[in-house]
T-cell receptor, first 114, second 111 residues
Framework: DTAVSQTPKYLVTQMGNDKSIKCEQN?????MYWYKQDSKKFLKIMFS???????INETVPNRFSPKSPDKAHLNLHINSLELGDSAVYFCASRGGSGVLNEQFFGPGTRLTVL | AQSVSQHNHHVILSEAASLELGCNYS??????LFWYVQYPGQHLQLLLKYFSGDPLVKGIKGFEAEFIKSKFSFNLRKPSVQWSDTAEYFC?????????FGSGTRLSIRP
């Protein structure tokens, strides 16, 4: 009964490849997020979707494209992977309106670009 | 602009020592405040949160935090740390539009 799940957990790939990370939440939450955590543990928000609509799109390269087929899923597709994309990517979800409630995080996907 | 500062990047303590991790934020409006913990190799988990009411908030595992509005602070405390508290700690602030995380404080506990 995992609340927020991500696949894959580990992803090792070559520069220039295109890859996707999937996220699913079974909490019935309306809002989902993607975060990037670098090697120094700095957590940076990338995108946020509310009911399948993009509401936050921070300054990230347009090689990163989120897709939300339904409000329980938020996938992240990355084109032309670069060395600097190596990081841990966390998906999160939040219920309720506004930002009053806490976020629930997935286990993370460790992406290594060679 | 909204921001969150955690000035302690790495804190090293011995077991049974008392802990206080600083968190300061800048935002003029109403905020909600959180502390998350990330154990080695794991995802972020909520330790405690403040929305309103009593500014002293109790969380899990013996942690507490105090919201001091005049100082724009939400420091995390624990009277006696254990080796198992070794982790990265993140303060987060949410407003009407977004949630922002601090840069994190790594806590290392010497057994």
């Amino acid at each position: 009964d995992t609340a927020v799940s991500q696949t894959p957990k580990y992803l090792v790939t070559q520069m220039g490849n295109d890859k996707s990370i999937k996220c699913e939440q079974n909490l019935g939450h309306d809002t989902m997020y993607w975060y990037k955590q670098d090697s120094k543990k700095f957590l940076k928000i990338m995108f946020s979707y509310n009911n399948k609509e993009l509401i936050i799109n921070e300054t990230v390269p347009n090689r990163f494209s989120p897709k939300s087929p339904d409000k329980a899923h938020l996938n992240l597709h990355i084109n032309s992977l670069e060395l600097g994309d190596s990081a841990v990517y966390f998906c999160a979800s939040r219920g309720g309106s506004g930002v009053l409630n806490e976020q629930f995080f997935g286990p993370g996907t460790r992406l290594t670009v060679l | 602009a909204q921001s969150v500062s955690q000035h302690n990047h790495h804190v090293i303590l011995s077991e049974a020592a008392s802990l206080e991790l600083g968190c300061n934020y800048s935002y003029g409006g109403t905020v909600n405040l959180f502390w998350y913990v990330q154990y080695p190799g794991q995802h972020l988990q909520l330790l405690l949160k403040y929305f309103s009411g009593d500014p002293l908030v109790k969380g899990i595992k013996g942690f507490e935090a105090e919201f001091i509005k005049s100082k724009f602070s939400f420091n995390l405390r624990k009277p006696s740390v254990q080796w198992s508290d070794t982790a990265e700690y993140f303060c987060a602030v949410s407003s009407a539009s977004k949630i922002i995380f601090g840069s994190g404080t790594r806590l290392s506990i010497r057994p």
